[in-house]
């Protein structure tokens, strides 16, 4: 029986050797596209279920056939400044144009001609914005937008640097896109107030790992003209700017004219008293005569118009929205008050030219609409719309005297 058994398996193994022998098999890898068409026909159900209607919308758009505009930017009087850059996928129009009109003032004081890095100071303010939202508890606005005063701020804390120096973008990334960085940043600090872990340096750290991950840790040394120094002696001995000299100037009749004020915007996060506010009559003489004594203006306003479109390239205020002999302080505070105007993009004016009677400016924009007209990076502003829906500006206080002399410490 033993033997029988010995043999039977002797057999078995004998048998699977010899099968295993033939059926050796040396599989190869190979890539294919993937393709999942169950799931691709579930969720076009389900898109089409949920957006009952996927045909896309229409925007009210006035006629801009009917105007006629300046056709080239070669019809402006123009100042310096460096060539459009795109702030892409992100909410830096505020650092944009701030550090573009910087450039343009270095220039005109110095004809020194710099590119200066956006992202050092986007960086910084996202570390500010997370150690004021520690320090009111989670009360503070946390998001992508700032104001122009701003880099005034953090330039004065940490010192600025060329775009050469920190670009912000890794790996050869084409673009800026701040999605990932900003959802992880806020869902982050939703954990620290809903844990109530309210230790500065460590939601600092934890910040700032966020963001070096990101968009990479920024230089604390620099390399300018074979001379290695900090930031803020880049600022100081290499640019010399005085970042004190400028002023922020707003126009709304609800508050008294001539006198300091907050800017009740959810972007001024920071709830600066810093903004000097004027008639509506000074601040657009202040933008006429300043645009034509060589200075640019940073502005700031609203852009979700009717008038305003990206393939157009220009900004007017059509007749069905005010007539233009009806655009007063009224007109300007009655839009701000019921929430259609708002501060939602920074621009820089770089040039002038009139036309029929009306002022037509040259307005340098980093957000994607400009780019689909014929001068790209640029759209032409008609006074009207600087008018009604551009709420500031950063101007210095030595190009406005007789305004500078009306101001308090």
Known sequence: MVKKIFFSLALILIISGFVFAQTTRHDKAVFIDTKNEFWDSLTTALN?????????????????????????????TRYWHNKPVSQANSGMCWCFSATSYFESEIYRLTKRE???SELYTVYWEYVEKARGFVRTRGEQSFGQGSESNALQRIWKKYGIVPEEAYTGLLNAQP????????????????????????????????????????????????????KKMTPKEYLTNVLKF???????????????AYAWSEFDVEDNWWHSKEYFNIPLDVFMKTVKTLIRSGYTIVIGGDVTEPGIEGHAGIAVIPTFDIPSDYIDENARIFRYK?????????????????????????????????????????????????????????????AIPEIAAKMTP
């Open 48 to 76: 089409k279920f949920h957006k009952k209607d996927a045909s896309p919308k229409k925007k009210l758009l006035v006629d801009f056939s009917a105007f006629n505009p300046p056709k080239t930017i070669d019809e402006f």
């Open 114 to 116: 710099v590119k200066l």
């Open 175 to 226: 673009f800026h896109d701040h999605t990932k960085l900003f959802e992880e940043l806020e869902a982050y600090l939703k954990s620290v107030k809903a844990s109530n872990a309210w230790d500065e340096d460590a939601v600092e750290k934890a910040v700032r790992g966020i963001l070096n991950h990101y968009i990479g840790e920024p230089p604390s040394v620099i390399t300018v003209e074979n």
């Open 242 to 256: 005085n970042m004190d000299e400028y002023v922020d100037l707003i126009s709304l009749s609800d508050r008294s």
């Open 338 to 398: 019921n929430g259609t105007t708002g501060d939602d993009h920074g621009i820089h004016m770089v040039g002038y030219t009139e036309k029929d009677g009306k002022d037509w400016y040259l307005i340098k924009d980093s957000g994607s609409g400009s780019r689909n007209n014929s001068h790209p990076g640029y759209y032409f502003f008609q006074e009207d719309f600087v008018k009604l829906k551009m709420l500031g500006m950063m101007v210095p206080r030595s």
